[in-house]
């Protein structure tokens, strides 16, 4: 039920998440107005959401299984709607992450307090759900009064942009697709099997994902850069952010992969339980996604806001066709592997979007630094073999193989290959201390 709501979810988006943050940011770059283009797309946005959700609540409606997915109905509704208002788009696009950063900190904040002080049993899940929609709310207000106080104070002007359809229309078929892979994959699996093997898959699929939150943030930074830089013309600033992009995601995600790949038994026994620990080889299968789906969203997102039309027009072709592999490798390895065949499907696709879309853009990766990171995180392996000859428990085993991996990692890489770590990142995701 959760992945076939987030399928319906990303194809109701229409892109506007993506698309709004190019736009916007192109936008300001230029010095025009920005009010049309966002009650447009906030416009649209709502009604296809609306849309959507009335055709999930088609489906679901007669299903008396499903009884306490009824229940919650209308909440969802509401949260639906709150989260196309929100308009996170508009400030990622302004590049006003301060914003978001503390509007989040305090309400999650706050949320997990009230959490813990209001809910007591089971029987509380609908309270859970308020509180939930209640910091959406707030988050709607907070970011609409801040929109729109910076919509007022723009300088008047005779041109009001408005939105480019066939532009949002890649944006579309390109990124939003592209993010409903994993949906696609979980909802094929409770197709084709039981909702056993589903909860095994769920299960390896949240946990790998879980460093996504971190390496996708530094991505959303970034993205508006593009569309900024684009708009100016500024192609070796363009091509400078893409190549130091990509080496930085490389740099993050590689030793992240390994940790996955290592600590996968008692990453699932501490959080899941040994009841999931068929999931193990599941999380191992899938232990590179965190560095080809952040690849893969960077590049897209490049060729996209500053591609040309044929690069543009490679993306979607590699994109659907990369989706109809998908539905059809899904199909053949369910039927040999169950769970971990969507796993072995997941990773196998995760990969080829991310390869597809390096031999389409040409990033410029330096082999060297590819080859000393890797080198460094060969060191992880001893510090595993270690922990597992002790009695230590599995927190213990993940906090320190963790913090003492993450060590020896940035050692050596400052130390040893002489890798100058802050000043390239504050050059990089601070742009205006160094442009060019």
């Excluded at 609540?57 to 306490?68: A, C, F, G, H």
Aim: proline share 3%; charged share 15%.
């Amino acid at each position: 039920m959760e992945y076939a709501v987030g399928l319906i979810w990303s194809l109701a988006s229409i892109g506007i998440p993506a698309y709004g943050m190019y736009r916007i940011a192109q936008l300001q770059a230029l010095g025009l107005s920005k009010r049309t283009i966002f009650w447009q797309l906030i416009r649209l946005h709502t009604l296809f959401s609306v849309v959507s959700y009335g055709l999930f609540y088609w489906l679901v409606k007669d299903k008396s299984q499903w009884n306490y997915v009824q229940v919650l109905l209308p909440i969802g509704l509401f949260h639906l709607i709150g989260n196309c208002l929100q308009a996170e788009w508009y400030l990622q696009g302004m590049q006003r992450f301060d914003i978001s950063a503390y509007r989040t900190m305090i309400l999650r904040i706050a949320g997990v307090a009230a959490i813990l002080f209001m809910i007591g049993s089971p029987g509380d899940y609908r309270i859970y759900y308020w509180i939930i929609l209640t910091t959406v709310a707030l988050s709607v207000l907070y970011n609409i009064y801040w929109i729109r106080r910076d919509l007022r104070t723009e300088a008047p002007t005779r041109n009001h942009p408005t939105i480019e359809w066939k532009l949002l229309l890649l944006f579309y078929s390109g990124s939003v697709f592209i993010s409903c892979t994993v949906f696609l994959d979980a909802t094929l699996l409770g197709i084709f099997t039981n909702e056993e093997q589903l909860g095994y898959y769920s299960n390896a699929a949240k946990l790998t994902r879980i460093s996504l939150v971190i390496i996708l943030a530094l991505n959303t930074v970034v993205y508006p850069q593009f569309s900024e830089q684009r708009a100016k013309g500024n192609q070796e600033r363009l091509t400078e952010l893409l190549s130091r992009s990509a080496d930085w995601l490389l740099y993050l995600s590689l030793p992240i992969c390994f940790l996955y790949w290592l600590y996968a038994d008692v990453l699932v026994n501490l959080i899941a339980g040994e009841a999931f620990a068929s999931s193990i080889p599941m999380v191992r299968w899938m232990a590179g996604i965190p560095l080809c789906i952040s690849l893969s969203n960077l590049l897209i997102y490049y060729g996209l806001s500053a591609g040309n039309k044929t690069t543009k027009k490679w993306i979607v072709i590699g994109v659907a066709a990369g989706l109809l592999l998908s539905v059809g490798l899904n199909t053949w390895l369910i039927d040999r592997f169950g769970a971990v065949g969507t796993a072995i499907n997941s990773m196998a696709i995760e990969c080829g979007f991310a390869g597809f879309f390096i031999l389409l853009l040409k990033p410029q990766l330096h082999l060297k630094r590819i080859t000393t990171t890797f080198l460094s995180c060969l060191v992880f392996i001893p510090l595993h073999e270690a922990l597992n000859v002790t009695s230590l428990t599995d927190l213990s085993k993940l906090l320190i193989g963790g913090i003492c991996s993450g060590i020896i990692y940035l050692a050596t890489q400052h130390f040893i290959w002489k890798h100058p770590i802050l000043p390239e990142l504050d050059q990089l995701y601070l742009p205006n201390r160094s442009t060019k």
